[in-house]
């Protein structure tokens, strides 16, 4: 073989090592930025689904609601689920076998439970949302070589704040309260029963502000229980006039108890403004109610008031 067609030969192979080298590079580039891609999606995924703008929303609603709550304690055998309605049939005495005193203390811890449980729902809530702005950075602002060095890091990130969710979610609704004592005393040879308390919610009292209307000297107010169907309650309505003028007039105020979710409050002044609070009225078993509704209304002038005022003005 000549020194030319030696050199020619030499040249290809060379030129075929490098064509080699340089498919496998490429195709370790193409590995490496599908592994990306993989990657990058999983953490889209996780943000578009189970951390989602719309679910953080949902969920500051939630707690928004929950805060404006009625919470109480109710007593159930340990068959019965909390929510079945059969419990309404339990008889009276299962609550004359309560020790008073012991269950005026569940009631304390039952309302500090539920103050905890509060702020414990607004503190894994900011939580997901400051882990939400987490990984949105690092897909902003991290390229693929550090995404994929620190991804071990975003996905003990995604873990955790899966779990998180998890803990979130199961604290929204209000369960078992943890019982140290015994709640009922010792009633000799009758049986005690086997009995558990957990803590329950009623939806808040809101007034209907289409509904709720001002006349000349007396105003129409209704109100209604959301996301509940309306059942028989006791309500505490107050009312009270805003900006008295005389001593005599510091009277229009007062507190009326009502059993329906309708009112209607006479002889008041024309052409004023009042302030009125619905709630519900406080029972035994009641631990923590925070939430008041108020409306303001300002009742109507007379038509001969309106005309006076008209025929004064210059």
């Not at 719309?54 to 109710?74: A, D, F, G, P, Q």
């Not at 998180?164 to 015994?182: E, I, S, T, W």
């Amino acid at each position: 073989m000549s020194f030319g067609t030696m050199d020619v030969y030499l040249n290809e192979i060379e030129n075929n090592l490098q064509s080699i080298l340089y498919n496998k590079e490429e195709d370790q580039e193409n590995e490496t930025w599908k592994m990306y891609m993989e990657r990058k999606n999983i953490v889209l995924e996780f943000l578009h689904s189970d951390l989602s703008l719309h679910l953080l929303k949902r969920h500051h609603k939630r707690i928004e609601l929950l805060k404006k709550c009625s919470y109480y304690i109710e007593i159930l055998p340990k068959h019965l689920a909390l929510g079945d309605q059969n419990h309404l049939m339990l008889p009276t005495t299962m609550f004359q076998l309560v020790d008073p005193w012991r269950f005026q203390r569940m009631k304390k811890l039952g309302t500090v439970q539920t103050k905890i449980q509060l702020l414990l729902l607004t503190d894994l809530l900011e939580q997901l949302e400051q882990g939400r702005e987490e990984l949105v950075h690092f897909l902003e602002t991290y390229d693929m070589v550090t995404f994929l060095a620190r991804w071990d890091l975003v996905k003990q990130k995604l873990s955790n704040l899966s779990e998180l969710m998890d803990n979130f979610l199961a604290m929204l609704v209000p369960g078992r309260l943890y019982v140290k004592h015994r709640l009922v005393s010792d009633v000799g040879a009758t049986k005690i029963p086997h009995i558990r308390l957990v803590l329950s919610t009623k939806m808040p009292v809101m007034f209907d502000r289409k509904e709720s209307v001002a006349h000349e000297d007396w105003v129409s107010l209704k109100w209604f229980i959301t996301s509940q169907q309306s059942q028989p309650e006791q309500y505490e309505l107050r009312f009270k006039l805003l900006e008295p003028r005389t001593q005599q007039e510091r009277i229009q105020c007062g507190i009326m108890p009502v059993t329906s979710n309708m009112c209607e409050i006479r002889n008041l002044l024309s052409d004023r403004s009042y302030r009125f609070t619905v709630k519900r009225a406080e029972t035994y078993t009641l631990v923590y109610e925070q939430w008041r509704d108020t409306i303001t209304l300002e009742t109507k002038p007379y038509p001969d008031e309106g005309m006076e005022s008209t025929m004064c003005e210059p």
